[in-house]
């Protein structure tokens, strides 16, 4: 008998394709996909647990399931991702209606835990065992077919940023086999997808040993570089120490690498990022960006912003903005810092929270100002968009150009899939519009 599963995810673009993953398994067991939550008789939560009061959501979402399902069927309710890891069998005593609490590192056990689930007993994993779950994943096939996909290469961290739960909630870094990760693209090309993002926590960290060769990121771009049918190849999140001049010749040596690279920096004070135990400072961000602006002047950056950690001043915050003004981030991420639980700085506290909320509009105001001024830049221009899925009206057409700008075109559905020009005709600050120019199946 098939049964239906529904999953909701939270949090990061990994959690996202676990979230897959964890479909394509369960089919083998003869769950099926249904994106209606209100039919599920096993409903996940893939959680995340980065910032704010990522635990109280958790059993808030279970309390709006056990409303949706309280004159029906109880679905198995199982709680997956990097709360479920921190938690672990603490969730059970709090939110008896859970049934199972899985951690990332233990998704290779799902299929197990819900075959023969005849009577609802309480079960708990959360052994980090990255390897055993790569190799269960490796054998069962990937089949995602959108048009751009995740690919993970690397989980975890072993950087340790006082401020962050990544180390303790994904475990010590790992790197998938080389040839396997080409296996799996080249899985998802022939399901037709012609984008791929390589994931991983701390991506371009991925190093491999086989047969005596060591195979880093840039190995991988250019491996994937000789597959036709790939269009466009893009990877994060990147750490600075870990931008090897490998890896920054890929922006010359390969056509398909988009020129657009998200590399957090956090803080530009050198002072905040020693207490953040960044591993980094301002300057050799710098030089990172030197590098590859020199090899490709027409590479854009994005980056993430953490403001108000403990013992930041007014003085750092404007290092901050500085930094900003000099390398016209195109696109952010911005946040105010959120004591998490367990980690070095868990235990300190944002005293004055009226200042940080001012300082998050500041900076918001600076970034959010470059993503418009880089979005006015385009009107008037042809740029070249991939085609991802058609709108919900079904009139227009979603596609991305090569900066990971949205943008939305008239245009027919057999446009899906194809790389396009298009006239640029007005933008917001999300979102560029336009309509098709012409039909151009060249790569980039
Ligand atoms: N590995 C990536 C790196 O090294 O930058 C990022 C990982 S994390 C999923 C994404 C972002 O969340 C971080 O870059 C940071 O800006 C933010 N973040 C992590 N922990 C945070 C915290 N405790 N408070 C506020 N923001 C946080
Ligand atoms: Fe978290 Fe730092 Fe690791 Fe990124 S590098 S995942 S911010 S500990
Ligand atoms: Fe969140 Fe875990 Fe990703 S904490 S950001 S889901 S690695």
């Known amino acids: 008998m098939t049964r239906k599963v529904f999953i909701k995810t939270f949090g990061c673009q990994m959690n996202e394709y676990d979230s897959n993953r964890i479909y394509d398994s369960l089919k083998n ?40 399902y309280s004159h029906k069927k109880k679905p198995i309710m199982v709680i997956a991702g990097c709360v479920a890891q921190a938690e672990n069998e603490e969730m059970f005593k709090r939110e008896p209606y859970i049934d199972v609490v899985i951690g990332p590192q233990s998704y290779h056990k799902i299929n197990n835990l819900l075959k023969n689930r005849l009577e609802i007993k309480k079960t708990e994993v959360t052994e980090i065992d990255t390897i055993d779950k790569f190799k269960h ?13 995740f690919l993970t290469i690397q989980e975890g961290c072993d950087k340790f940023c006082h401020f962050c739960v990544v180390p303790f909630t994904r475990g010590p870094e790992y790197s998938r086999s080389f040839k396997k ?17 390589l994931l991983g926590q701390n991506v371009n960290a991925y190093s491999y040993n086989e047969n005596s060769k060591n195979y880093r990121l840039s190995n991988l771009i250019m491996e994937l570089e000789k597959i036709s049918e790939l269009k466009r190849i893009r990877y994060t999140t990147s750490h600075p120490v870990d931008m090897t001049d490998d890896l920054i010749d890929c922006y010359s040596s390969s056509k398909k690498l988009m020129p657009f690279l998200h590399l957090p920096i956090q803080s530009g004070s050198n ?27 027409n590479i854009k950056f994005s980056s993430d912003f953490i403001v108000s950690y403990p013992g930041e001043e007014r003085k750092d915050f404007e290092d901050t903005l500085n930094l900003i003004k000099k390398i016209k981030f195109i696109n952010s991420f911005s946040f105010i810092f959120s004591p998490r639980p367990g980690t070095k700085a868990g235990d300190f506290e944002i005293i004055n929270k009226e200042l940080s909320k001012q300082k998050l509009i500041e900076i918001q105001k600076l970034l959010f100002g470059y993503q418009l001024e880089t979005n006015k830049s385009f009107v008037g221009k042809k740029v070249k968009v991939l085609i991802e899925n058609t709108m919900k009206d079904q009139k227009k057409l979603f596609g991305r150009n090569k900066y990971l700008n949205s943008v939305i075109t008239e245009g027919a559905e057999n446009y899906v899939g194809h790389l396009v020009d298009v006239l640029i005709e007005s933008c917001n600050q999300n979102t560029l519009f336009g309509k098709i120019n012409n039909y151009n199946s060249e790569a980039a």
């Open 29 to 68: 067991i003869n769950f099926e996909k249904t994106d209606n939550q209100y039919e599920a008789d096993c409903f996940i939560l893939n959680t995340c647990h980065i910032r704010d009061k990522a635990k109280e959501k958790v059993y808030h979402e279970v309390g709006r399931v056990k409303k949706i």
């Open 137 to 149: 994943f490796d054998n069962i096939k990937n089949d995602s077919n959108k048009i751009s996909s």
């Open 181 to 197: 990760i080409i296996s799996e693209a080249e899985q998802l090309i022939s399901n037709g997808v012609k984008e791929i993002t």
């Open 271 to 297: 002072k905040v990022l020693k207490l953040m135990n960044r591993k980094h400072n301002v300057e050799q961000y710098i030089d990172v960006y030197d590098k590859l602006i020199k090899i490709n002047p």
